[in-house]
């Protein structure tokens, strides 16, 4: 495709022009593509139209109606949508039907949509047009400058769309760090493979997001108030873990965000938030998703479930009042020995929940038939996206190393630094135990990790209560797992029967 500026044609329409639709537009621009915008509201065609001229880079077409947006495409046409999920996807769709979008053309969702109603729109839409789907992260300053992005629909399409998501996806160097807007390097668009696969890759994405904030949360909570820093203090333990192995666009951000005094008080401005964590529904949908295919992700759920218990807000503080704990002071003697435990607690959290997401995105893409690359997505990841991390690139190392890696746990690598950082990580959990600090996020992960470590676990004895109660039967460890087994228990003698 030639992006030339000269062209007569635009390369692509987008529709939305609100905060993510207007900086892609820009970032498009930016990158020589001529674009055409429609919005029904008008001020934001306005200032996408201001913002262009500004640029005198790509040419801008700003449209009134789709069926002149339409025509300033050639065929097959690339129409992107950037507007918010759910109906009104269907309902932009069926309006472009009806201004004359043919079987060849494009429409790419780039919303925060769930992936089986991708998936869904697809399969309706097959005969009328080809639809594909491409989920944006970075925010506002990511698409404007360089997102990730997760694309995914027929190869076919993807062709057409690629050398413009390729141009304005952020970029990594050879060492897989991220390069300034602009320059040149590994784009972070990544095609996930058929239909919907983008988005769920996008929605894991979230759900790892989620578990990485909460994460890091936990930390600032239990330096906080068992070892009582001040934010500022927190913010500079924050910086110097920043530099090693922690090293992510989360981390950054929140040591900066701890620095910050509030505009109009003395304080902080992290105190003067109110602690009521807000969401928007797709860690949940990660955290159902894995419930309903039988793959574990506790540390990505409790996540989900921290932010439910931060918003019951008026119901902690009648707890607060009427239950009182039963705690051990922190030794503070050893500051800098805690602050270190807990960057290993940390370390090793997170790599549980990317194992877990990982997990996650290996059961679903075997029940689907997918065929993910976890290290094209581990690398895609490297920048431009929310939980952008330097441990990214060891995370491709390993799915490079062992293609059908189980669990990332397991990778060398891994296993080693889990090795060496557990006790740190044991130590944690058990003083916020002891000082009722809640780490429902690291010591989750600890669990899980526990559980992952042991060749034999309880279930057995859950197994034969339930076989107990409800005949459910069980399997014996001496015979082939398939020979069911039941035990009369109301009988007497008791006999142990084949089913
Ligand atoms: C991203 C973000 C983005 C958005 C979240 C916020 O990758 O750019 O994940 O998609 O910030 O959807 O989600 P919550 O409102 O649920 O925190």
Redesign the pocket.
Known sequence: MSNSPSSNHSHIAMIGLGVMGKSLTLNLLDNQFNVAGFDIDKEHLTATTQEAKQLNKGTFLACDSLTRLLSTLKSPRVISLSIPAGKIVEQVIDDLLKAGLEPQDIVIDTG?SLWTDTIAREQKYQSQLQFFSTA????EQ?ARFG??LMASGSAEAWQSIKPMWNAIAAKVDSNGLPVPPLHDGESCATYTGPSGSGHFV?MV??GI??ADMQLICEVYHYLREAIELTPHQIGDVFTEWNQGVLNSYLIEITADILKQQDFSTDHPLVDMILDKA??????TWTAINSLEIGCPTPTITQSVYARSLSSLKSRRLIGAKCLKAKTQPVDKTNLSAVINELHDALYCAKLCAYAQGFDLMNATSEQQNWQLNFVDIAKGWRAG??IRATFLQDIANAYHHTPALDNLLFAEHFAHQLEARQLSWRKTVSNSSMHGIPMPGISSALSYFDSMRCGTLPANLLQAQRDFFGSHTYSRIDQSESAKYHVEWSHSPRVEVKR
């Not at 944006?136 to 925010?139: A, E, K, L, P």
């Not at 807000?278 to 860690?283: D, H, L």
């Open positions: 925060n944006v992260s970075g925010g990511g997102p990730a996008k994405h979230n997001e989620y807000g969401q928007k529904g797709t860690g996206c929310i």
